[in-house]
């Protein structure tokens, strides 16, 4: 199990764009299981929308993504970012609203050279609310930082 100061030493998203915040279960290379809690405090909420606050299905994907981002650390190159590559299959069965937990569980699919592949649940009160597949890929930091006087 890790609170969020344990997550913060291994993710580098901070508020209001840090969706991760208890990892309830990590096996390292294989899965985990994680929470966010979902608060009309968060900022998106303002605009999406007033009179009807859904959490936007791109940040429901990112909540995903940090998780799995834990999952792939053990295995992580300090040269090389590893960033979202592709996003399949995402279903959202039900939408998120403020006041939800959600119980987000991923699993690695596949790895193969620079690529690892998960397939992610979120579910509130064991219910699913969206689930699919994401693929990640290393890349070289220079790649996309390189030198900025060139």
């Known amino acids: ?11 580098k998203q901070r508020p209001p764009f840090q969706m991760i915040e208890r990892v309830t279960e990590l096996n390292p290379g294989e899965s985990a299981s994680g929470i966010k809690n979902v608060s009309i405090n968060e900022p998106y909420f ?12 791109v940040l429901v994907i990112e909540s995903c993504a940090q998780l799995c981002s834990l999952v792939i650390d053990g295995e992580k190159d300090d040269n090389l970012l590893y960033v ?31 690529l690892t592949s998960f397939e ?22 220079e790649s996309v930082y390189g030198n900025s006087g060139e």
């Open 1 to 11: 199990m890790m609170n969020i100061v344990d997550i913060n030493k291994r993710i």
């Open 120 to 141: 992610a649940a979120v579910c509130v009160e064991g219910s699913v609310r969206a689930k699919g597949n994401m693929t990640f890929t290393a890349i070289p930091k």
């Open 46 to 57: 303002t605009g999406h929308f007033p009179d009807a606050p859904i959490m936007p299905g």
């Open 84 to 114: 979202l590559l592709k996003v399949d299959n995402f279903k959202f069965i039900k939408p998120v609203i403020p006041g939800d937990t959600l119980n987000i569980s991923v699993k690695k699919t596949r790895a193969a050279g620079t």
